[in-house]
């Protein structure tokens, strides 16, 4: 494992783009200071210098852009039909397409994730563009049969929800932001996204390159800001419809508060703690990279990190080996650097929080195998070597709570059953996978775990088409299939008599 420092060339949109003195909100179709005047500075967290600074909205911000909002989903967009909303998904698409350069590295400045993770997310954004395109296509409802005596013909229409509040975190927001986006454009809805602090940029410049290539003006507003001012204004505005939200469990606890002003209709997607296992006859050359690689990319910082694996005692050892031989081949450094596999954690206070795992895993008995250090030769950027526990137990500290950084716990089991057991002892409800040539045995574990999502002998894969869930403490609400769609969506029951 060894660490890069150095500068890299940006694109030249990209260099135009945070060269700008503010980043401003964007509310119907135009960038627009905070009525406040207040800023906020975002960092790059591969050196810790100030990146740009930003509007911070506030409540009269928020009333603004739902205002915009509600203006353009009453207004000349409810008038567009599906061929006509799906052009424009592809006309998206395209745009993005040619962008996508300009976009990562804006991604990778701000947040941190290393270039190569981001710029080799873009085929997962086209299909997902690709996906809602089709969505536009797929809304119907149903013509019924019903008991009423005489003629009276029954159906349903499925209408746009409304305005879609969109509260998006910091680990992901360039592709994760599609999902509502996707839904909204291909539905007819229209929304006001609130993105992270520590990550607002690649969100604002989306809608702006959304208005150029035609979404009209309205239909996609950001407001950035504070989550305890612009997010909880925006959870709470009765004129919102529905909000999604990604974020942690006690956010989403608030969120839910917030829905009752006016009955919110809600998707969470919160934390998790997925166990990754790995049975004796599992293909190692393969589950070993994978197992390393669903906690360490992205620095850990993913809902859906495998973070415990349960690795069955027979094989403990020549996995472990396998293991920490491969995690001294990643590579930490400057997330710009397109040699880097594992770029900085997000914040100061999260590295510290996530060395404090560190201590707490010694203190509760574990064996630190490899890390657990901060990379000291990182001036200013917040750099954690990856970090391998061994001899976890599932009530450890390590083992029950999301660190959400570049920590793995190896967890033994005997069988089967010990392992989905232990998978099962979670307040979380995320991922998961399974590890073994047998099938049997494989489906035993996929049947048996209590989680929105299973991979076997993979992990990590998110299709819009296959979807992706929680249960658990880890949120509700489908992500991706016509499930996705429909939550974009109410139905209305029609009577007709003839
Ligand atoms: P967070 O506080 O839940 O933030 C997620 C989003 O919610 C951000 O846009 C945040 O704004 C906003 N927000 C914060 N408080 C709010 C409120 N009361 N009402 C409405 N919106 C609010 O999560 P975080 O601070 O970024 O990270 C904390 C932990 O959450 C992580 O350590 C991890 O455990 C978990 N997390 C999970 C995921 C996931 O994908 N499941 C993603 C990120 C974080 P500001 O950030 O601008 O304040
Ligand atoms: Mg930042």
């Avoid at 509007?55 to 911000?61: E, I, L, P, Q, V």
């Avoid at 149903?142 to 003629?151: A, D, H, K, M, V």
């Avoid at 993105?195 to 407001?223: C, D, F, K, T, W």
């Amino acid at each position: 494992m060894t660490t890069t420092q150095q500068s890299f060339a940006l694109n030249s949109l990209t260099q135009d783009f945070l060269a700008r003195d503010e980043h401003f909100l964007f509310i119907n179709g135009g960038r627009v200071p905070a009525s406040s005047g207040e800023t906020l500075s975002t960092v790059a967290p591969s050196t810790g210098e100030t990146l740009a600074t930003f509007s911070s909205g506030n409540a009269a911000d928020i009333d603004r852009a739902v205002t915009a909002a509600r203006a353009a989903f009453q207004g000349e967009w409810s008038t567009w039909t599906p061929y006509q909303r799906q052009e424009l998904l592809v006309k998206v698409a395209r745009v993005l397409d040619e962008r996508f350069e300009e976009l990562a590295q804006i991604e990778s400045l701000d947040m941190g994730a290393p270039i190569s993770r981001v710029l080799s997310s873009k085929p997962a954004l086209m299909r997902m563009l690709s996906f809602f395109a089709a969505q536009a296509l797929n809304i119907s409802g149903e013509t019924l049969q019903n008991g009423i005596p005489g003629q009276v013909t029954t159906m349903t229409l499925k209408a746009p929800v409304g305005v879609i509040g969109g509260i998006i975190p910091w680990n992901g927001p360039l592709n994760s932001q599609f999902w509502i986006i996707g839904a909204v454009l291909a539905s007819g809805c229209t929304t006001v996204l609130k993105p992270a602090q520590y990550a607002s940029l690649s969100v604002l410049r989306v809608a702006e390159i959304l208005h150029e290539a035609g979404v009209p003006a309205g239909v996609v507003n950001v407001v950035t800001g504070r989550g305890s001012e612009a997010g909880t204004a925006l959870a709470a505005h009765t004129d919102v419809d529905r909000v999604a939200f990604t974020g942690s469990t006690e956010t989403g606890q608030r969120i839910i508060e917030a829905s009752t002003s006016n009955i919110k209709k809600l998707q969470l997607e919160l934390g998790g703690k997925s166990a990754d296992i790995i049975c004796a006859d599992a293909d190692l050359d393969k589950a070993v990279p994978a197992a390393a690689m669903g906690v360490f990319a992205n620095s850990g910082q993913i809902c859906y990190a495998g973070t415990r694996v349960l690795v069955q005692r027979s094989i403990v050892d020549e996995f472990t080996e396998k293991l920490l031989a491969y995690v001294d081949t990643l590579r930490v450094g400057h997330s710009l650097d397109p040699d880097s596999a594992l770029g900085p954690v997000i914040s100061e206070s999260q590295l510290d929080t996530v060395l404090s795992y560190v201590d707490v895993g010694l203190a509760e008995g574990a064996d630190l195998l490899y890390g657990g250090q901060r990379l000291a030769d990182q001036a200013g950027g917040y750099f954690m070597q990856p970090t391998v526990f061994g001899g976890v137990t599932n009530t450890m500290r390590i083992a029950r709570e999301e660190i959400f950084g570049p920590v793995l716990s190896i967890l033994p089991f005997d069988d089967i059953d010990e392992a989905i057991a232990i998978a099962n002892d979670s307040d979380f409800g995320l991922g998961g996978a399974v590890w073994s040539e047998n099938i049997s045995t494989a489906l035993k574990v996929v049947q048996g775990v209590h989680t929105g999502t299973m991979w076997v002998n993979c992990y990590g894969y998110v299709d819009p088409m296959v979807g992706f869930s929680g249960t658990k403490l880890s949120g509700y609400g489908a992500k991706g299939t016509s499930a996705h769609m429909d939550t974009y969506l109410y139905t209305k029951s029609v009577y007709i008599q003839l």
